[in-house]
């Protein structure tokens, strides 16, 4: 972790911090050439101006700090660095021009979210394949609540991310400290298109950790082909959670009950 050492904020900083948000490169780059702006200059949070250019995605600005040497790897009071930054917004180019420039993939916020658990979480495909195959550890869970990147794709129904997670070996029944797992979560939802995605590779049917199961979970949300699924795949509508309770005791959907009690035929595609 660096130390923080903030200089103090001036007009002409402030006007660069303006022109990397705003991505104007020409003011950005008047402003480093007149030597009297630094590079590595920080408000008062600890943001650098690369920081904020690979924020909002500005490509040219990001590669002109570079350039000019920037130092990729600061991070800002809350744990937060450049990479982590253009991950969370799905900034490609960014990405990949931090990457290249040595940006550390296993920096993380605070929370222990890492740049992969971020881009996950906001669905972007084409940099989440970068950071797997520039070395980010696909079961790195966010240390505040153990939260996996698989999970958290599945919570915001990002079923392609999950399909790619899979593949790269992400661990499908790995629990959150509540004992929810991505499983549980999409049933709960309703994100069923996710669900498909993970029966394909077998996740625990049964009653979890935290004393409920996924088709638990599914009736309760009352999403009707969501419990389909689940049965399908093998769910057991005799088991009882924690608080004794069979599926069919947490709702009063008579399409849901037909199902659970096998009156209903196959699920129509």
Not at 97 to 120: P, R
Not at 138 to 154: E, K
Not at 215 to 220: G, I, R, S
Request: aromatic share 4%; charged share 20%; net charge positive.
């Amino acid at each position: 972790m660096c130390r923080m050492s903030f200089k103090k904020e001036t007009p002409l900083a402030n006007a660069a911090f303006w022109a990397a948000r705003r991505g104007n490169l020409a003011l950005l780059r008047l402003l480093l050439n007149s030597g009297r702006v630094d590079v590595d200059c920080r408000d008062s949070h600890g943001t650098t101006l690369l920081m904020v250019a690979s924020y909002a995605g500005h490509i040219d600005c990001v590669r002109e700090l570079v350039l000019q040497g920037a130092d990729i790897n600061l991070q800002r009071e809350d744990g937060g660095t450049a990479l982590l930054a253009a991950s969370q917004y799905g900034h490609m180019q960014v990405v990949e021009t931090l990457l290249k420039h040595g940006a550390n993939i296993h920096d993380q916020l605070y929370d222990g979210a890492t740049a992969l658990f971020l881009a996950a979480q906001g669905g972007y495909l084409d940099v989440i394949r970068l950071l797997l195959s520039s070395g980010a550890r696909v079961n790195q869970p966010r240390q505040q609540d153990g939260t996996a990147p698989l999970w958290i794709a599945s919570q915001m129904g990002h079923s392609e991310v999950v399909r790619v997670m899979l593949l790269r070996g992400a661990e499908r029944d790995a629990a959150r400290n509540d004992g929810t797992t991505a499983l549980l979560k999409a049933a709960n939802k309703g994100y069923n298109d996710v669900i498909e995605e993970l029966l394909k590779f077998s996740p625990t049917l049964g009653i979890l950790k935290n004393g409920t199961s996924a088709l638990h979970a599914a009736v309760l949300s009352g999403n009707i082909k969501t419990v389909a699924l689940l049965l399908e795949a093998g769910a057991d509508p005799a088991l009882r959670n924690k608080a004794n309770e069979l599926p069919a005791e947490l709702t009063k959907n008579e399409r849901i009950l037909r199902l659970l009690r096998g009156k209903e035929g196959p699920r129509k595609s």
